[in-house]
């Protein structure tokens, strides 16, 4: 975490005739009016919260995810005097000190951070309030400066609120969220919580529970096409039958118009026989005749179709590639989608022997990729049998969600180890999957 403001000790050599605990005295920020300031302290980090989802933002927003102090009890407030609202914190049996804390005005128009703060020893600090504006989230390349967003429970006491700071469209350090450790998203479900870090949001089904295909919201207006499958809504307190998954997929899987992807919807139908026309991955790999004349072998060059994710997306904003780092392809198997490391496709000659293509996709650094293809195929032969692929790739923005996409794979043979295997991202920019990569 960066230092957002540093704090100044004022005065008091000894302790003798001064403050007998720490003392925050937080000026307000120039030309920001406010009666009152709030102060969020933190004491201990969620290890297993991705982040968390205000509300009215799409998706859950990574970040340092800490818990308030006494979840039970009102954030602290004090009422401002001159300009300077005055915070009195002793140790206590729970905390002689604390990592972090946020101060914010009452109207979350100013902010500043406070960090790792000894409470047993006395002291007066100084703390000043910058300007903050607008939501937390993805911002364009001219944002600086503090966001804050602070929300209640609908029908309780208890308050949420997450910080970040940008300088250049560049997020400084990590998104901070102070929350109580009972109710990380403050939407007060006591019952029904099946989206723990989002404000009465939806569940997220995983990958193995995916039923079906489904519009989801990107961004406040921008929808993509998802995978999806069963959940709760917490909002109204029903089960949802196709909520999205972390999944992106093409626009075709979310067309009206394609029968194999309406209701009532086949998860396998719709994935395993849509023709994608405007996302794939197209991968060539090249073959030679083996030295008796009854297969062709893949050329040694074919372990190399190396390929950009990022070549067609049409991104604007720097995005980079997260993960994963194996397990790349994803193929039905028994009815339930996982992904593996291999793949293998087969084609058969005159006599039908089966011959067998294996492919693996490999990670090189930044978005570049390889895709590494052994084995051999049918004589006359210029594709494998008919066998649907997806590849997965993760992608994350410089302050966004970590996002996934599934691409499917179509595989062309040829006769030519002249030239390199090559694979090519074919994107339209309107198509949902390079929605989701930039």
């Known amino acids: 975490m960066v230092v957002m403001r540093r704090l100044v000790l004022l005065g008091c050599v000894l302790l003798a005739g001064c403050d007998d605990a720490v003392v925050l005295e937080v000026h307000t920020a120039p030309g920001v009016a406010t009666e009152t300031v709030q102060l969020y302290i933190g004491l201990g980090v969620c290890s297993d919260c991705p982040g968390i989802q205000p509300p009215q933002t799409p998706e859950i927003l990574p970040g340092v995810v800490m818990f308030r102090e006494a979840a039970n009890q009102r954030v602290r407030e004090a009422k401002v005097e001159n300009g300077v609202a005055t915070f009195r914190i002793e140790a206590s049996d729970s905390f002689d000190r604390f990592d972090l804390a946020i101060a914010v005005d009452a109207n979350g128009q100013s902010a500043a951070v406070i960090q790792n703060l000894p409470l047993d020893t006395a002291g007066r600090y100084r703390v000043d309030l910058l300007p903050s504006s607008g939501k937390l989230g993805i911002k364009p390349a001219t944002a600086n400066g503090n966001f804050v967003a602070i929300w209640r429970q609908p029908a309780g006491m208890q308050q949420c609120m997450g910080f970040e700071r940008w300088e250049g469209g560049d997020l400084v350090g990590e998104r901070v969220f102070i929350v109580p450790e009972n109710d990380l998203d403050c939407d007060g479900r006591a019952a029904n919580e099946c989206a723990p870090f989002g404000f009465d ?106 390929f950009n994710l990022l070549q067609n997306a049409g991104t604007t904003n720097p995005t980079t590639c997260v993960g994963p780092d194996k397990d790349f392809l994803l193929e039905p198997r028994a009815g339930v989608l996982a992904f593996q490391e291999t793949v293998k496709h087969t084609s058969r000659d005159t006599a039908n022997k089966e011959w067998t293509l294996e492919t693996r996709i490999h990670w090189e650094g930044d978005c570049n990729y390889k895709l590494e293809a052994q084995g051999e195929k049918a004589v006359g032969v210029t594709k494998p049998d008919p066998k649907p692929t997806f590849a997965q790739f993760w992608v994350a923005k410089n302050g966004g969600a970590r996002r996934k996409v599934l691409v499917p794979i179509v595989i062309d043979y040829t006769n030519d180890c002249s030239m390199p295997s090559k694979c090519t991202l074919i994107l339209e920019q309107d198509d949902s999957i390079a929605r989701c990569l930039r």
């Open 201 to 306: 949001a939806l569940g997220v089904p995983p990958i193995a529970d995916s039923t079906c295909t489904t519009l989801a919201p990107l961004a406040l207006d921008v929808d993509v096409c998802k995978l999806g499958g069963p959940t709760c809504d917490e909002a109204t307190g029903t089960p949802h039958p196709c909520a999205p998954t972390e999944y992106c997929l093409p626009s075709d899987y979310c067309d009206v118009t394609n029968l194999a992807c309406t209701v009532p919807q086949d998860r396998d139908r719709c994935l395993f026989t849509t023709d994608p026309a405007n996302a794939m991955l197209h991968c060539t790999i090249g073959f030679q005749p083996s030295s008796d004349q009854t297969h062709a072998d893949s050329c040694g060059n074919s372990l190399f179709a190396k």
